[in-house]
């Protein structure tokens, strides 16, 4: 029966869990643990996606409320579907809405938990607006198709994008560009840019800490660090190296 079930389900995750807790007990933790003070000033602080919502909406209220926002919709779409769920579906659609509201909490934490959060909120929207199309074929009203087409403005991903536009900051400060009016962030990452170090020696390369992946996959040289929360000794040398001056920058890549 269903409480056997029930039992089998829950001693599986306690298992599951005992083995996370055994094996690396930071799991249970901070993910970002072991990170320095000095890697979470100088570069973890800065990326976006491993910001919080509060710190997104900080930055970019326009990005913190169309991400968001959307998610909020999809919990609207699951509690009208599990409300209006026969007694056979309420279990698969309650366990879509314990899916939504768990990856809606790590969005909160970190703004990259959106790809979840908008996946479980995009499939409680196609089931709503599948409830809603079934009873307005049935119904045949005014009132159910302007419910329907409501609904669906209401889960449209464009709709919430077009909204945010409404609490934007206003840009106090042009764009870097390059002269030829790209931006610094595309033109720093384009292969062009990389052609001349192929006539160079192989070496270990200083670069800033978003630079190093790509320069990894565009030449043969070696860098100092790249972006990735375990390169914490990559990431603290490289950050005393540009931090320095000349000379001290110097015997800090030599060591």
């Given at each position: 029966?269903?409480g056997?079930?029930v039992?089998?389900g829950?001693?599986a995750?306690?298992l ?5 807790a055994i ?8 993910p970002?643990?072991e990170?320095s ?5 100088a570069?973890?602080?800065v990326v976006g996606e491993a910001?919080?919502l509060m710190?997104?909406w900080?930055?970019?209220?326009d ?10 919709a999809?919990?609207v779409a699951a509690?009208f579907?599990i409300?209006t769920a ?5 279990l ?8 939504l509201?768990?990856?809606?909490l790590?969005t909160?934490?970190q ?5 979840f ?6 499939i ?5 607006l599948g ?5 307005r ?11 329907f087409?409501?609904?669906?403005l209401?889960m449209s991903?464009?709709s919430w994008?077009m909204a945010?536009?409404?609490?934007a900051k206003?840009q106090t400060?042009?764009?870097?560009v ?9 033109a720093?990452?384009?292969?062009v840019?990389y052609r001349?170090l192929?006539d160079v020696?192989?070496?270990k390369?200083l ?6 992946m790509?320069l990894?996959?565009?030449?043969d040289?070696?860098v100092y660090g790249?972006p990735?929360?375990?390169?914490i ?5 490289v950050?005393?190296a540009?931090?320095?001056a000349?000379d001290d ?6 060591t």
């Amino acid at each position: 029966g269903w409480g056997m079930r029930v039992a089998a389900g829950g001693f599986a995750g306690v298992l599951t869990l005992g083995l996370f807790a055994i094996v690396n007990p930071a799991c249970l933790g901070d993910p970002y643990v072991e990170v320095s003070e000095q890697v979470r000033v100088a570069w973890l602080s800065v990326v976006g996606e491993a910001m919080s919502l509060m710190a997104v909406w900080e930055n970019r209220p326009d990005s913190a409320a169309w991400q968001f926002g959307f998610v909020i919709a999809g919990l609207v779409a699951a509690i009208f579907v599990i409300s209006t769920a026969t007694a056979k579906k309420r279990l698969p659609t309650a366990a879509l809405g314990l899916l939504l509201v768990l990856s809606m909490l790590a969005t909160i934490w970190q703004i990259r938990g959106v790809y979840f959060s908008h996946a479980f909120a995009a499939i409680a929207g196609g089931v709503m607006l599948g409830a809603l199309f079934s009873r307005r074929e049935k119904e045949d009203d005014t009132a159910s198709i302007a419910l329907f087409v409501g609904a669906a403005l209401f889960m449209s991903p464009t709709s919430w994008q077009m909204a945010s536009r409404l609490v934007a900051k206003p840009q106090t400060a042009e764009p870097r560009v390059t002269p030829d009016g790209q931006s610094y962030g595309i033109a720093c990452l384009d292969p062009v840019a990389y052609r001349a170090l192929g006539d160079v020696p192989q070496s270990k390369v200083l670069t800033p800490i978003d630079l190093g992946m790509s320069l990894l996959i565009q030449t043969d040289h070696g860098v100092y660090g790249g972006p990735y929360h375990r390169n914490i000794l990559g990431i603290e040398r490289v950050t005393r190296a540009f931090m320095s001056a000349p000379d001290d920058a110097l015997e800090e890549i030599k060591t």
